[in-house]
């Protein structure tokens, strides 16, 4: 009779362990047709294929591609289409669980990203060298946030603060962001350098930069070893606002980096 005291917890631990496999086999979720509009919209017809199981993040540095190594994109929306271009990541430092990169887009904006020690890597800053501005974000923005489920979203507020490239001791302009930041599931995404099961992650921002408003929306697909194989994005989520740089740029990888 003493068995029986235990049998409930036994219970429960079973439907557990099968809701946990279940996460870890991943959920099938379709694109809205909202969002699939938006998305061929700039990446084209083609590019973003079926729905496939999406897992559970657990390793946001495989998402990643955390390396050194080159990435070369070819430009398909934006004032640039049709050009192929080099991004360069390299690591800065190292130190107790915490890395610091510098991510240069093919020299027009450099992306300064921390990989903290709990597995999320966030941006702090980023500098346009067209505009000659940089932007610092407080707290940082999410870029790839470890633990996360498919369908999960977070909303963050950040700070940011615009100084000018020439002085970065000149503020010029300041305000706040509302992030609203999703998981939105993994798609087959077929681009000139494969076939990839791809996570996709989606911003939506809305706030004020200075005297301008801001609501803008940024696609990126992560396929695991491989790091981003798509991306719909601003110029610029906030100084570029201000410098009337409003254009949307959509890029797509063209050789799987080593």
Excluded: C
């Amino acid at each position: 009779m003493k068995t029986l005291k235990f049998l409930p917890q036994l219970v429960a631990f079973l439907l557990l362990s099968g809701l946990a496999q279940s996460s870890e086999s991943g959920q099938t979720i379709p694109l809205s047709p909202e969002d699939r509009t938006e998305i061929e919209n700039y990446l084209g017809a083609g590019v973003v294929g079926e729905a496939v199981p999406a897992p559970a993040i657990v390793d946001t540095a495989l998402y990643l591609a955390a390396n050194t190594s080159p990435r070369t994109f070819r430009m398909v929306s934006g004032p640039n289409a049709g050009q192929t271009v080099l991004h360069q990541p390299t690591l800065l430092n190292q130190q107790g669980g915490v890395t610091t990169w510098r991510y240069d887009a093919s020299g027009k904006f450099i992306y300064f990203l921390t990989g903290e020690a709990n597995g999320d890597f966030v941006m702090t800053s980023v500098q346009d060298t067209e505009a000659g501005a940089i932007t610092d974000y407080s707290p940082p923005e999410p870029f790839m946030l470890n633990g996360l489920t498919p369908g999960e979203e977070r909303n963050i507020n950040l700070g940011l603060k615009v100084f000018a490239l020439s002085d970065p001791s000149d503020l010029t302009h300041q305000g706040n962001l509302n992030v609203n930041y999703r998981y939105m599931g993994a798609y087959k995404v077929n681009v000139p350098a494969g076939s990839f099961d791809a996570v996709l992650i989606k911003w939506t921002f809305n706030g004020n930069v200075g005297p301008a408003s801001v609501n803008d929306t940024q696609y990126r697909f992560f396929a695991p070893g491989v790091g981003i194989v798509a991306g719909i994005e601003q110029l610029d989520v906030s100084a570029l606002f201000v410098y009337n740089r409003h254009s949307k740029v959509a890029r797509v990888l063209v050789v799987k980096p080593n």
